[in-house]
T-cell receptor
Framework: DAKTTQPPSMDCAEGRAANLPCNHS???????VYWYRQIHSQGPQYIIH???NNETNEMASLIITEDRKSSTLILPHATLRDTAVYYC??????????FGKGITLSVRP | DVKVTQSSRYLVKRTGEKVFLECVQD?????MFWYRQDPGLGLRLIYF???????EKGDIPEGYSVSREKKERFSLILESASTNQTSMYLC????????????FGSGTQLSVL
């Protein structure tokens, strides 16, 4: 399975867009990119996933580069409640999704 | 909304005890998972079940077993608890498709003394 690399932390101002990067340079053609987040003291929460096209839902947008070696999760208008650890995962299928250390996003007032 | 319920939020056990962690989901999901989460290590998959009585090992199955006798319930068993099994345990479930989203419970913080 492709390995992902995320910076350990980042912050952004409330109301601004939060752009969370993820590198997955060894991704193979049939591997999907998934994003989950974990707010303190809760279980992880699904955000979005995609294969090669950009995806958008009510929570976020996922931008995958054309060579698929990296992606960006965009929270368009970050709020304090978006402070969490965000996990970028690359996997062929849902079975055996493995979460790494993620990136800690801090949204400041 | 899907509800995944873990029987205990906090649990304290002694070394050598047999420990049962229970997880119940209410949405008729085919897949169920057990993860453990440790500081600096992220979440690691222990076991996965894709149907009643079916199971697959995850990345760290040693020292654990599982039971899935009914579709809605997935149990994690520590046959003889050890101090290195002190951790946060998270249960999740999903529909049976290859790319369905996982729904997680709130977790059980297990301390083995």
């Amino acid at each position: 399975d492709a390995k992902t690399t995320q910076p350990p932390s980042m912050d952004c101002a409330e109301g601004r867009a939060a752009n969370l990067p993820c590198n997955h340079s060894t991704i193979s053609g049939n591997e999907y990119v998934y994003w989950y987040r974990q707010i303190h003291s809760q279980g992880p929460q699904y955000i979005i996933h995609g294969l090669k096209n950009n995806e958008t839902n009510e929570m976020a947008s996922l931008i995958i580069t054309e060579d698929r070696k990296s992606s960006t999760l965009i929270l368009p208008h970050a709020t304090l409640r978006d402070t969490a650890v965000y996990y970028c995962i690359v996997r062929v299928a849902i079975s055996k999704l493995t979460f790494g250390k993620g990136i800690t996003l801090s949204v400041r007032p | 909304d899907v509800k995944v319920t873990q029987s205990s939020r906090y649990l304290v056990k002694r070394t050598g005890e047999k420990v049962f962690l229970e997880c119940v989901q209410d949405m008729d999901h085919e897949n169920m998972f057990w993860y453990r989460q440790d500081p600096g290590l992220g979440l690691r998959l222990i076991y996965f079940s894709y149907d009643v009585k079916m199971k697959e090992k995850g990345d760290i199955p040693e020292g654990y077993s599982v039971s899935r006798e009914k579709k809605e319930r997935f149990s994690l068993i520590l046959e003889s608890a050890s101090t290195n099994q002190t951790s946060m345990y998270l249960c999740a479930s999903s529909l049976g498709g290859a790319h369905e989203k996982l729904f997680f419970g709130s977790g059980t913080q297990l301390s083995v003394l």
